[in-house]
């Protein structure tokens, strides 16, 4: 973030829907630099509620599926219709090196440079307590900056998903049809998250008919889903094609009807128990930022990680040493002598 900008200016901006002050305040929320941390507190504090809450909806599928080319196509037929659309990409990060892919922006070239949205691919940092902190503060900057729709990505392949559907209205699973056993590749866990299923590539491209695979899959799913939910509570299944357009509004249908099915209550409701779960979220995320950046741990680590790695410390007395010295340098009684 420019040093020149005050916190004020910022969200004077951002509630001027200044495309530039929504990407620096994107980039503050998630900082993991104390300083940062601070100062995108006061920003989200000072930000106005929005008149009406934005849709927020996450989609989520395996790579490959066609996210990027699916959001693409739903968010220019929502500018067109009038709506202001925020994208964030949350980019699987290795816990190891922090290194991530960011690659969802040049994979949406139309969307990213239409005036009417906002696209930012984010790295997760390797932490589901960052991709909370970070995603949800970032989306109340987007409805802050008048984005009356918020579309949260995430890859499909790890815990995160369960984070991003406890922040947003509407979950969508986006699969592909396949051959023999249609369920097989899908997680029973995130088809439970789900509260619309779509089966993306169903058109003819390359000559296959690929059409009719997906109208196949598509019943078998719905079928199964019926078995998991019960007939009432089940998601609803569409196919659609992110490459030609075909089905998209479908998608979008359902998730306006499942919003509405919600009703005004339901989605408030919602939102304060995703309000109560991001606090314990921002507690935790807080709690490792401070058991990294203690001295006492510092000291400490390396010692007891080389004895763990040659066998000379229990994992659990490796934990119990390290919480001690977190407790030592906190002002607590430590816990092990």
Known sequence: MEPAVSISDLADEIRDGRRAAVSRAVTLVESSLPEHRLQARELIAGLPAPERPAVRVGISGVPGVGKSTF????????????????????????????????????????????????VRASPSAGTLGGVARATSQAMLVLEAAAYDVVVVETVGVGQSET?????????????????????????????????????????????????????????????????VHGRERAPAVVTCSGLTGTGVEAVWDQVLAHRESLGPDGVAGKRAEQQQEFAW???????????????????????????????GLPAVEAADQILAAYDGDAGRPSRVN
């Open 281 to 311: 979220a921002l507690v935790r995320d807080e709690l490792e930022h401070r058991l990294r950046a203690s001295e006492g741990v510092r000291r400490v680590r390396a010692e007891v990680m080389h004895l763990v790695l040659t066998g």
């Open 163 to 227: 984070t991003v559907a406890g922040m947003v209205d509407t979950f969508v699973l986006l699969t592909l049809a396949r051959t023999g056993d249609q369920l097989q590749g899908i997680k029973r866990g995130i088809l439970e998250l789900a509260d619309v299923v779509a089966v993306n590539k169903a058109d003819s491209v390359g000559g296959s008919d690929r059409e009719a695979e997906a109208r196949t899959a598509a019943r078998e799913l719905a079928g199964a889903l019926r078995m």
């Open 71 to 118: 959001i693409e196509a739903l968010g220019i037929r929502l500018t067109a219709a009038g709506h202001r659309v925020g994208v964030l990409a949350v980019d699987p990060s290795s816990s190891r090196t922090g290194g991530s892919v960011l690659g969802d922006k040049t994979r949406m070239p139309r969307l990213a440079t239409d005036e009417h949205a906002f």
